[in-house]
């Protein structure tokens, strides 16, 4: 069983929300750094967005700065990615990945994280 449990992908229309959930498989696992990655067919693997337990501080790439939210229930932690107005060039399938020392940065990359998802498809109809 991998770590972290992501739900709440799916099919939408460009324009459309969806929101993405995180949380360890096993409720004694806790992270620091909590992010998400993408990755579309014949493309390598992007960071999305990323936040810090320690300060609540996070990230975001560029190209979903005003669309898309993160944010952590620590009580639960459990991670959430709002993602509004969503295009066509936003599908892919997102993972969740964290790590207990880390601290998300724009310099993070898929190696800087211990423990993965098994990722959940977002589809968005253009």
């Known amino acids: 069983q991998l770590p972290l449990v992501e739900s709440g992908g799916g099919l939408v229309q460009s324009g459309g929300s969806l929101r993405l959930s995180c949380a360890p498989a096993?409720?004694?696992?806790?992270?620091?750094?909590i992010g998400w990655f993408r990755q579309a067919p014949g493309k390598e693997r992007e960071g999305v967005s990323c936040?810090?337990?320690?300060?609540?501080?996070?990230y975001y790439a560029d190209s979903v700065k005003g669309r898309f939210t993160i944010s952590r229930d620590n009580a639960k932690s459990t991670v959430y990615l709002q993602m509004n107005n969503l295009k066509s060039e936003d599908t892919a399938v997102y993972y969740c990945a964290a790590d207990s020392d880390l601290y998300c940065s724009a310099y993070m990359s898929p190696p800087d994280f211990s423990s993965w998802g098994q990722g959940t498809q977002v589809t968005v109809a253009s």
């Open positions: 096993e409720f004694t696992l806790d992270y620091h750094a």
């Open positions: 936040i810090n337990r320690s300060d609540g501080t996070t």
